[in-house]
């Protein structure tokens, strides 16, 4: 297992590597000069010059990219060109509304899932499947930003039971933040939960055809037995898969859906430095996001290796 | 062969907007780049059968233009992914094992990594809003996606043997996969490209939702969703109609999706036998 | 007083009849053999007496095991009988474990299910029960996975699942097919003393008459959901009623006709070859060891001669094979054909002298090719596809006993024996002097092997041909060779005309391959 870890992490740290050159690429191949791109056409010459100091765009490609990474492994993501201030406080101001949000998401869709799966699973082909299944189908189809607006009308407008968006701070109270990120984790939930109850509950039955379950049938398990003694973990290798890249599109979802709650997440951050063309927050909140996706992954294959003995042997 | 209920349903929905899509270029019920502010934010009624916007403008033309965008940006895209993902995932599988595969696959992880938002943000930053980034976004998020499949699916056929008597042929791994492998997976891709249209579809709205698609005058679905947002609490029509259009044209094609399926997977039809 | 008393047992899924009105009986302590080939009902037969019917399928007549019928017994009561009072083993022992639980688990849920013990009890009778099985706790302790066993293995572990609770009735269906025949004895030998001491029934489902005649105190045959024949095993062998047991025993030990001609010519000769593969790495940064899966092989084909090749899984006939198709390069030594080396570079004409038939006669044909382009594929080896191809396909099709009107069809509207048959005529269609048979009879039912058999001692005397026969089944390679080699752990360990070797092995490795093999009785009388 320990070996299967570090395999991993090596594979991790590879991963970044990879992600940060790209992305370096990326934001190197812009035509012309990064500082003048920022300030624009208009420019002075000495204004350019200063920011070039500051962007630390002397040197060549190499030591420029070098200057980027061993930063950011030392927490200093540079310095905002519009804001003036480091961006790492700009992003340590936010990431914790993103990621709580993306986090509490996932344990939705997670908690509604997998109930609702396995119940359309144990009662395949009858009514209850059949509605879980169209249910699910139409929520799948339903885009989470829309969603989140009509939540805002009901709950927040019409019902008065949520505020219609902005957040407290966790300062003033961990509940009053949690219900602040209740609307938009839901509305973010929801579809993530349908694909996944639609994958938990093929996976069962997939599982259900094996032989291994014959095997059990024949032993004396009961139907209901076979499935809770022997389908469920193994249904769980490909939902730990599709529970991982969930991950990657609540993040991003996230991102998406501060807009409709007004929330002072990473979105608003990073779309205010496209607009204002404030390339190192971009390049940092994107290289951010990144990381947190590559180190879900990692996390999901270790997940895999406590669910399936044949991999921790690799 | 009687055709599954699901790829009936499904199909019909999907046309519907395709042709609505494809009308547009001939006719809609009004011109969508004259704004006619008298007549702003009108409920549906004889005129304006889906009522119109904060500037006048018909809801049921901007939605016919705005089909011609999310179908379009959905088709390019998967498109892109089977054009470079099909080809990556048969030459990973037909060099299987070895350096090459390692690289196409650990590739394929690494893009896994970059959400086709992100891709989108880091396109948008360096070159400016526009349709084709949300294109290349979502295209680009595609190539894994059909690379994987392709690669999986292509791997378990180069088991069998007839890949082995085709071989003994003096057959090469170019001519097989073209023969051989292509023609066994085809139902797999597009199954898989049903799914992708519409989780297109579904990208393509979010992306001109956060202004890093389509650009204004074009209409889009997405675009029509973020200029609604501050008048939801009073005229929720604006929002409704093109939320329902993107659900009623991903149901319609993740149905078909399913239909699909069930008349072309084979694993499904043998277990049908 | 029978165990298991069936009466009138009808059985159809979804309309369609499967079983007709089966009767058989079957006594405290004894083996009960069911024989018959595929689509005969044997396994659904078991299936009925489990109750673990697939959807679909509706029973009716009656099972009575000692006075309780299993087919009416409501689901609830019969998940405490099976595994209590009647067990069953299956087929595929690599898939009937999960994968996901250790062996000391599952077989102890077997005792926790039924509510006879604790959790920490039934473990330790999990542990006498493996070693029961013959698998000892030094070298195989309860938290061993699965997939760290072999398949013998596993299927050990299977059976002491099913004789946990000492049922009185286990059923067996094929529980040694998907083994090597050294396994299979071993496998069999340890159902017949179960019996015996543990004093259970066993029924036991399979297609092989011989390893019936072995163990079995009575047997079923069965043909389209029927017993056409039963008795006690002695009679039934000495004394066949019924034109299809007959039938069947005689295609189980056919011999086709055919005149030995092997010419003074060499055809293939293989010298000193060698192939290794590399193993799992042990350390990160050192080299992988190399496994040997050929070593140091050499033999020589004669023109005219049927060569056969036999060992068991695993002893590397399939990498040699895949070598002497010119498919994957040696590590060292040599393989000429006609006298011109084979590599995976070798070319096109030279190719075209060796053809090659496959086992699984569903996976050797692109489904969603018809029948004229797939014999014609090897027309690729030639300069340019002859002009008269179709007539040629004809030709070859004709010439495996398949009508010119097949070539339009697609490949599942054939049975297994019929897609065999095509792809010899794929093999034929280069009119080659050489052809590879990689257990091409293997997965075809007894009486359909024997017409393939004798198609193939047909063309090879029609057509002057060479085989290169390789196989696990050691009465078919004696049925169809001339000479023969054994092979085991990537070495030739015995060769020479093959009446010889059959009847005075030398190596201990021949003697115990043949002293495995299941064989009819021999004053059988069809």
Redesign the interface.
């Known amino acids: 297992m320990l070996r299967f870890a570090s395999?991993r992490l090596v594979s991790l740290s590879?991963?970044l590597l990879?992600?940060s050159i790209?992305?370096f690429a990326?934001?190197e191949?812009?035509p012309g000069d990064p500082a003048s791109y920022m300030l624009g056409m208009n420019a002075q010459e000495d204004t350019v010059a200063a920011l070039r100091e500051q962007l630390g765009l002397e040197g060549s490609i190499v030591t420029r990219y070098f200057t980027w990474v061993t930063g950011m492994l030392q927490g200093d993501f540079g310095t905002s060109y519009t804001y003036r201030v480091p961006v790492s406080e700009l992003i340590l101001a936010r990431i914790w509304i993103s990621l709580p949000l993306a986090v509490y998401a996932l344990a939705l869709s997670t908690i509604i899932a997998f109930p609702v799966g396995l119940i359309a699973a144990a009662q395949r082909g009858k009514a209850t499947d059949t509605g879980i299944m169209a249910a699910t189908?139409?929520g799948?189809?339903?885009?989470n930003?829309?969603f989140a607006?009509?939540l805002?009308?009901i709950f927040a407008?019409k019902l008065r039971w949520f505020s219609a968006g902005g957040f407290p701070g966790w300062d003033e109270g961990f509940w009053l933040s949690i219900k602040s990120l209740t609307l938009p984790a839901i509305a973010l939930a929801l579809p993530q939960a349908s694909i996944l109850a639609r994958i938990m509950r093929s996976s069962i039955l997939d599982t259900l055809?094996?032989?291994?379950i014959?095997?059990?049938?024949?032993?004396?398990?009961?139907r209901r037995?076979a499935i809770t003694?022997?389908a469920l973990?193994?249904a769980m290798i490909p939902v730990l898969t599709i529970i991982g890249?969930q991950f990657?599109?609540l993040?991003?979802?996230a991102?998406?859906i501060e807009?409709?709650f007004f929330l002072p997440g990473l979105?608003r951050l990073?779309?205010q430095?496209?607009t204002q063309?404030d390339?190192i927050v971009?390049e940092s909140v994107?290289m951010l996001?990144?990381f947190a996706?590559?180190t879900v992954?990692f996390l999901v294959d270790l997940a895999y290796a406590a669910?399936?003995?044949?991999l921790r042997r690799? | 062969m009687r055709l599954p209920r699901t790829l009936i349903l499904g199909g019909g929905l999907f046309a519907v907007f395709l042709a609505a899509a494809l009308v547009s270029f001939l006719w809609t019920p009004f011109d969508v780049e004259i704004l006619n502010i008298p007549s702003k934010l009108q409920k549906p009624n004889a005129v304006f059968w889906l009522g119109s916007d904060h500037l006048g403008r018909d809801i049921l033309s901007m939605l016919m233009v705005g089909a011609r965008t999310s179908i379009a940006v959905a088709i390019v895209a998967v498109g892109i992914g089977i054009g470079l993902g099909l080809p990556l995932g048969l030459w990973a599988a037909a060099n299987h094992g070895s350096w090459l595969d390692e690289v196409i696959m650990?590739g394929n992880?690494?893009v896994?990594?970059?959400?086709?938002?992100?891709i989108a943000?880091?396109?948008?930053?360096?070159f400016g809003?526009s349709a084709l980034n949300a294109i290349i976004a979502i295209g680009i998020f595609n190539i894994p996606v059909f690379a994987r499949i392709s690669r999986g699916a292509a791997l378990s056929i180069w088991t069998l043997d007839y890949i082995l008597a085709a071989r003994v042929a003096g057959k090469n791994a170019v001519r097989i996969s073209v023969e051989h492998i292509l023609p066994n997976i085809a139902n797999l891709l597009i199954v898989q490209g049903t799914i992708q249209f519409?989780l297109g579809i579904?990208a393509e709205?979010?992306l001109s939702?956060?202004?890093?698609g389509a650009q204004p005058p074009t209409p889009s679905w997405?675009r029509m969703?973020?200029d609604?947002?501050t008048m939801?609490?009073f005229a929720?029509h604006l929002?409704l109609f093109?939320?329902l259009a993107?659900?009623?044209t991903?149901?319609g094609l993740?149905?078909m999706g399913d239909g699909l399926r069930d008349i072309l997977d084979p694993k499904i039809r043998r277990?049908r036998r | 007083m029978s165990l298991l008393s069936v009466k009138n047992l009808n059985l159809s899924i979804h309309g369609v009849p499967i079983l007709k009105g089966l009767d058989f009986e079957v006594q405290p302590g004894e083996v009960f053999g069911i024989v018959g080939e595929s689509g005969s009902g044997k396994s659904m037969t078991a299936l009925a007496a489990?109750g673990?019917l697939p959807e679909g399928a509706v029973a009716s007549g009656t099972a009575h095991l000692e006075g309780i019928d299993l087919l009416s017994t409501p689901?609830?009561q019969m998940?405490?009988?099976?595994?209590?009072r009647i067990?069953?083993?299956?087929q595929?022992p690599m898939?009937?474990?999960?994968?996901?639980?250790t062996i000391g688990d599952q077989v102890a849920?077997?005792l926790v299910?039924?509510g006879r013990a604790s959790k920490a009890e039934a473990l330790k009778i999990a542990r006498e029960k493996l070693d029961r099985v013959g698998l000892p706790a030094a070298r195989f302790p309860l938290d061993r996975?699965p997939?760290e066993l072999s398949g013998g293995q596993r299927q050990r572990v299977?059976i002491a699942?099913?004789i946990a609770l000492r049922p009185q009735l286990l059923i067996a269906d094929e529980p040694t097919t998907a083994l090597d025949v050294t396994t299979q004895a071993q496998i069999l030998k340890l159902l017949k003393s179960l019996v015996n001491e543990e004093g259970m029934a066993l029924i036991l489902i399979t297609h092989d008459l011989a390893v019936v005649s072995d163990i079995a105190d009575h047997v079923a045959v069965m043909k389209l959901g029927e017993i056409v024949e039963t008795g006690t095993t002695v009679d039934i062998f000495r004394n066949m009623q019924h034109p299809y047991t007959k039938q069947l025993f005689a295609a189980s030990s056919h011999v086709p006709e055919r005149v030995a001609d092997a010419k003074d010519a060499p055809i293939l000769e293989v010298v000193n070859a060698v192939r290794t593969y590399a193993m799992?790495r042990e350390k990160?940064f050192r080299k992988p060891p190399r496994f040997k899966a050929v070593n140091d092989v050499s033999f020589t084909l004669f023109q005219g001669e049927n060569l056969g090749l036999v060992g068991e899984s695993g002893c590397g006939k399939s990498t040699l094979t895949r070598a002497i198709l010119g498919l994957d390069a040696l590590d060292s030594g040599q393989i000429r054909l006609f006298g011109q080396s084979v590599t995976p570079a070798m070319p096109n004409t030279l190719r075209a002298g060796v053809q090659v038939v496959f086992q699984d006669p569903y996976g050797s044909f692109n489904p969603r090719w018809k029948v004229e382009r797939l014999v014609a594929e090897p027309f690729h080896l030639m300069v340019e596809k002859p002009a008269d191809s179709r007539a040629r396909v004809a030709e070859a099709l004709d010439s495996v006993g398949m009508k010119p009107a097949d070539m339009g069809k697609y490949i599942h509207e054939f049975s297994g024996g019929q897609r065999q048959r095509i792809a010899i005529a794929r093999a034929l269609i280069l009119r080659p002097d050489l052809i590879v048979l990689d257990e091409a009879v293997s997965a075809l039912d007894v009486s359909i092997r024997a017409q393939i058999l004798d198609l193939l001692a047909d063309l090879s005397d029609r057509l002057n041909l060479s085989y290169l026969f390789i196989s696990h089944d050691l009465s078919v390679v004696r049925a169809i060779t001339d000479r023969v080699l054994v092979m085991k752990a990537g070495q030739i360990v015995e060769s020479g005309d093959t009446e010889d070797v059959f009847t005075n092995p030398q190596h201990a490795y021949t003697r115990e391959l043949l002293a495995a093999t299941p064989r009819l009785p021999d004053n059988a009388v069809a």
């Open positions: 395999i590879l991963s990879a992600a790209v992305i990326v934001v191949v812009i189908q139409l799948v189809a339903v885009p930003f829309w607006m009509f805002v009308v407008i055809d094996q032989d291994y014959r095997t059990a049938r024949a032993k004396g398990l009961t037995q003694r022997h973990r193994n890249m990657s599109f993040l991003a979802g991102i998406i807009n409709v979105g990073i779309f430095g496209i063309r390339l971009v994107v996001l990144v996706v590559i992954t669910v399936d003995p044949r690799r | 650990r992880d690494l896994f990594a970059f959400p086709s938002l992100v943000i880091l396109i948008t930053a360096v809003p519409s579904l709205a979010a939702y956060v202004g890093l997405g969703l973020a609604s947002q939801i609490s929720p929002a093109p939320g993107i659900v009623f991903v149901l993740n149905l277990s | 489990m673990l689901e609830a998940c405490g009988l099976r595994g209590n067990a069953m083993i299956f595929e898939t009937a474990l999960n994968p996901v639980k849920e077997t299910i039924h996975y997939h299977v699942q099913a799992p990160l």
